[in-house]
């Protein structure tokens, strides 16, 4: 899906909302996405987690208990796979590879650049501190306070080995949001969506839900005052993430809702999360952004 979307734009960055490290072979991961790159010109970023629901270990044969060892090493193989031409690897999951070269390479030796995604693990973000890659805590469902504390973790991290500052890291969050004109209508047309919807209940409605987590349901302005306030829960940071199918709306009403994000929502939030940003915070990296650094690095 993603290099059918590449082959019809050519300024958007394309993301998984999150490729499970765990479940997914690293092999098929690091060919998939180079070949990604390569068919996109480097507008590709990859986002790993390691599962959503319970069973979906079980589903390919793996212990859910060895989630974050899984996690670990297959991320660090993959880290090898896109790095090293040739690989000689052996681990505790997988079988061992013997003279192994993944094709195609990454696109100019770039390999995407890539998010570690967790709600509740600690062990996630430091492994995405130790790497000085993205940290992405998806918050949809849980408090602020949980949400400052992770975030916090990661950036002490990422300072203590040596990638920069705290405000350096680079930090993405999620979102979710159901808009109309007016507030009051998209509280009556949303409700019943939220009712059945697998992570609420009767006894929680919308506006408590909204004050706890991200989740907003009232007009396009509504959406960006409480999104520009996620910057007082965990500083700037670089990615927000909006989850729009959620709560089995129809097609129509999400295309509907993709509609007024693009057009009253995006712009607004990209011209007020660059106000006041102070000069030392970085964008999230691109492809030349990554390979002007490679560049300067065989240079010197």
């Known amino acids: ?38 068919l996109a010109d480097g507008r590709v ?120 500052t705290p405000e350096q890291a680079i930090v993405g969050l999620g979102g979710q949001v159901f808009m109309r004109k007016n507030s009051q209508d998209a509280v009556r047309e949303f409700r019943p969506y939220f009712d059945n919807a697998p992570r609420s209940t009767a006894t929680d409605p919308p506006w408590s839900f909204t004050q706890q987590t991200p989740l907003t349901v009232g007009s396009p302005q509504q959406v960006i005052e409480q999104t520009l306030a996620f910057r007082e829960t965990v500083g700037d940071y670089q990615r927000q993430l909006f989850l729009m199918d959620h709560a089995g709306l129809p097609l129509k009403t999400v295309l509907e809702q993709l509609d007024i994000l693009g057009e009253e929502v995006v712009p607004v939030l990209r011209e007020e ?12 990296p691109t492809h030349a952004s990554l390979l002007k650094v490679q560049e300067e690095v065989n240079a010197a």
Not at 82 to 92: F, K, L, N, S
């Open 45 to 164: 970023d990859l986002m790993l987690g390691r599962r959503n629901t319970g069973p979906v270990h079980p589903w390919f044969g793996q212990d859910i208990r060895q989630g974050i060892p899984l996690a670990r090493e297959n991320y660090a193989l993959l880290r090898r796979l896109w790095r090293e031409d040739v690989v000689d690897w052996e681990g505790t999951f997988r079988t061992p590879l013997q003279g192994f070269t993944a094709t195609p390479r990454p696109l100019d030796g770039v390999p995407p650049f890539v998010w570690h995604g967790s709600i509740r693990s600690p062990e996630i973000a430091e492994q995405a501190a130790f790497y000085g890659d993205g940290f992405f805590h998806n918050n949809i469902f849980w408090p602020a306070e949980h949400t400052r504390r992770m975030v916090q973790l990661y950036r002490r991290r990422y300072a203590h080995h040596g990638h920069g």
């Open 273 to 284: 999360f660059a106000k006041g940003r102070p000069a030392e915070v970085p964008d999230a």
């Open 1 to 38: 899906m993603l290099g059918y979307v590449a082959a019809r734009t050519e300024k958007l960055i394309l993301s998984t909302a999150t490729t499970l490290i765990t479940t997914d072979d690293p092999v098929k991961i690091a060919e998939d996405f180079a070949m990604l790159q390569h």
